[in-house]
């Protein structure tokens, strides 16, 4: 049956395909949708239902008082380990033989103090081996550790924060086993060490740990979903559960309110959360896997305190949550593990669009399902395929198409769907830079205006545009193709989680693929950019060449000292501090540069290195590619807070001399015309270069990474150069005279 299920699929799939050349041209509306159909969504169901059904919150609630009884269980705590044991004989007991101690050590100065305590932790990882895929993972847990403001190495109960999580995680693999119930994907149960405390620490706490091994071991992990206070509640009636989400969570978001509206009687408040902020699932979302944080929507007063004892907790409200976890975890590993590595290619004709992804590693893999629409998550059509990549064509210029991709096996069963969209363009590079602000005022409430003036000022002399990208939706290839270079601001640290840059760095990968420039000038790229963990592949790692980026809220920055010989520094502008921070800036990151990463500039402060305040000083803090492609700069601190006469000075270095932007002002004071045109542009065999009025030019094309390609010499009025040997692509003819220079940037068909 299922040979001649899956026939009839690839059938129906290349007829299909075969259809979509013409789709697009022939038939604008929306026709008949191929529907994928829910197979086995009612046995996943009903097994979700016959696990929660046996959620006991008595079971629960003798799980959170056996971990009061420990009096504390504070990590620095003579019995830390001794919570570890119980834990692991736990989990042993229900039926998990794999379940394992996994130590680490951590370096710990406690607060408001110079005492500094190293300790061995202790993660407790149980592992529930899936049956049909095991290398997929899904994670639920929740921290074990506790403190109070009192004296938490004698007494803290810790009831709710965190023995509710925990024991939520211990009730879900309890029921697992008590139902008979077998994952076909890999399900493990954490109890994380060292989360109180992970901000005063060498190691982020036992989930930082965990990742660590996990990204080492390439380990495939699908979500992480982390429970952190979730049994105080009061409310009689309409209880909730916050869902904190990160900008990489994606489908889990759904996913978790389509379990909390099913199966449940908690209604989901979704809230958006930075991944600068505290809690276990921070470094899972910092490197881009899907995580959430599930709390309770009351938040409990007996916080921190020793009244965190069992008897303020609702019991049937921790249940409920823990219900949400049982059936996302079913949902998820009953389904395929959706595509990874996803983006859309677009080759700038006007009318294509390509999206592509990473090859799936399920083992009963039948292939991928292509959706195509002009609305999110509302498609026209559906088509199948087994590469790992899809091409349409005869696409409408300038309109934005979702195309979303999810992965289907052998029993017809479907992952997630991914979407992402993009709008078929055309690049121009005609119009000199475009400055692109991405935020709203700054950190010192420079208003949008006087923000959008010091650019423009700084910019002088170059042909530019202002675009306010904070006012729109999505930004296309059109609109930015029709400029060379783009200058890329952030000035105020408190947007950073909101950055529109998160959501179009396909745009700008595609962007430069074709030969633009961009200049970042960024607020804590860490949080600007898409979370990354910094290998190849990724935008951080492959175009702005970072290899790791660290912040600290205490540093104080004035100032950048140039590592470059042809560079000079660039320091604050002190009219613009009002003397806050005695005149520095905070939260400037510092960057690793990858293998291609070249370093411009260093961090300066008029702290000492060996301070908190000075101990960023003199690490890196621009980094330029320099790879196959040299057109990325990017700076971790904002230009507008630069003394002006240094940022335009820089801004000249980088605009006209790396990214061979035109410069109106050079000898504006001679009168002779200098008024040459190459055309056409794009152009195929010959470019015609005209000077008027002018003789004995000389030529010079080079390709992007700036070799030169062709030389001509000139001695009248025009030249038909034949440009038929070069490859397509972008390049540069710089046209000298005896004292003038312009360059001109054209495309080569």
């Known amino acids: 049956m299922k040979k001649i299920t899956l026939l009839m699929v690839l059938i129906i799939g290349m007829q299909i395909h075969t259809f979509s050349q013409n789709f697009f041209t022939k038939n604008k509306s929306s026709i008949e949708v191929l529907k994928a159909k829910s197979v086995n969504n009612n046995s996943i169901d009903s097994l979700i239902n016959s696990c929660i059904a046996e959620i ?6 003798n799980t959170i008082q056996q971990l009061q009884n420990f009096g504390t269980r504070y990590m620095l705590a003579p019995n830390h380990k001794d919570v570890a044991l119980y834990l692991q004989n736990k989990f042993i007991s229900l039926g998990y033989n794999n ?68 024991a939520a995680a211990i009730e879900i693999a309890r029921v697992m086993k008590k139902t008979g119930y077998i994952p076909e994907s890999t399900i493990k149960f954490v109890g994380f060490a060292a989360e109180e405390l992970r901000a005063y620490s060498d190691v982020y706490g036992g989930s930082q740990h965990y990742l660590n091994d996990a990204l080492n071991n390439n380990e495939n992990i699908g979500f992480f979903i982390t429970h952190d206070m979730i049994a105080n509640n009061t409310a009689i009636n309409n209880w909730k559960l916050n869902i904190n989400y990160h900008i990489t969570s994606g489908w889990t978001v759904q996913l978790a309110n389509n379990i909390c509206q099913n199966f449940t009687s908690l209604t989901p408040i979704n809230n958006f959360y930075s991944i600068n902020s505290g809690g276990d699932d921070i470094p899972f979302a910092r490197v881009g896997i899907p995580a959430l944080y599930f709390v309770e929507n009351e938040w409990s007063p007996n916080w921190h305190k020793e009244s965190d004892t069992i008897g303020s907790c609702n019991m049937e409200y921790c249940a409920e949550v823990t219900k949400v ?126 923000v959008d003036d010091f650019y423009s000022q700084i910019c002088d002399g170059f042909v530019h545009s202002q675009y306010d990208a904070t006012s729109v939706n999505k930004i296309t290839l059109s609109t930015i193709g029709q400029y060379s270079s783009i ?36 607020y804590k790229p860490s949080e600007a950019f898409p979370p990354s963990d910094f290998k190849k592949g990724s935008f951080l790692y492959d175009y702005v060449n970072i290899a790791g980026i660290s912040n600290n ?121 200098f008024d040459i045109i190459a055309y056409p542009n794009p152009a195929s065999d010959y470019l015609v270069v005209e000077g008027i009025g002018l003789k004995k030019l000389s030529f010079t094309i080079y390709n992007i990474v700036g070799q030169v390609v062709i030389t001509v010499n000139l001695d009248n009025n025009s030249s038909k150069i034949n440009i038929a040997s070069l490859n397509a692509g972008i390049y540069f003819i710089k046209i000298n005279t005896a004292d003038k220079s312009k360059t001109i940037k054209f495309i080569k068909r």
Request: hydrophobic share 35%.
């Open 553 to 673: 809220t205490s540093t104080r920055f004035c100032g950048a000292k140039s590592f470059s010989f042809n560079l000079d520094s660039l320091y604050v502008d002190s009219l613009k501090l009002y003397g806050l921070y005695n005149n520095h800036l905070r939260n400037i990151e510092i960057f690793s540069p990858s293998q291609n990463g070249d370093i411009l500039y260093l961090y300066d402060s008029k702290y000492d290195s060996i301070t908190t305040e000075g101990c960023f000083k003199n690490k890196p803090v621009a980094i330029e590619n320099n790879g196959t492609v040299k057109n990325v700069i990017t700076l971790s601190f904002p230009l507008y807070y630069i003394k002006t006469e240094e940022a335009k000075d820089f801004i000249f270095h980088v605009m006209h001399d790396k990214f061979f932007e035109n410069y109106t002002k050079i000898n504006e004071t001679k009168s002779n015309n």
């Open 99 to 166: 379940t394992v101690l996994d130590s680490f050590i951590m370096v710990t100065t406690l607060p408001n103090s110079s005492i500094i305590d190293t300790t061995m932790q202790y993660n407790v990882i149980a592992t529930y081996t899936g049956n049909t895929n095991p290398n997929n993972v899904y994670i639920v847990g929740g921290h074990y550790d506790d403190i109070t403001n009192v004296s938490p190495m004698n007494y803290a109960p810790g009831a709710d924060d965190d023995a509710s999580g925990i």
């Open 487 to 522: 200058l890329w601001h952030m000035n105020d640290d408190n947007w950073c989680p909101f950055s529109i840059l998160k959501n179009h760095t396909d745009l700008l990968r595609n962007y430069l693929n074709l030969g633009g420039h961009i200049l970042f000038t960024l």
């Open 56 to 61: 006991k919150k008595d079971s629960i609630k």
């Open 325 to 450: 976890s049982v059936g996302m975890l079913i949902k998820a590993s009953e389904k395929p593990l959706g595509i990874k590595n996803y983006f859309i290619i677009n080759p700038a004709n006007g009318h294509t669009l390509q999206p592509s992804w990473k090859a799936s590693t399920e083992n009963d893999l039948a292939g991928y399902k292509v959706y195509i629409g002009r609305n999110s998550a509302i498609y026209d059509t559906v088509f199948f395929t087994t590469d790992t990549s899809f091409t349409f064509n005869n696409l409408l210029t300038d309109t934005i198409y979702y195309i979303g991709v999810n992965v289907i096996n052998n029993k017809g069963i479907e992952s997630a769907i991914i979407e992402k969209s993009d709008a078929p363009g055309f690049v121009t590079f005609a119009n000199g830079i475009l400055i692109v602000r991405d935020s709203k005022g700054g950190i010192f409430t420079p208003t949008d205006q006087e």
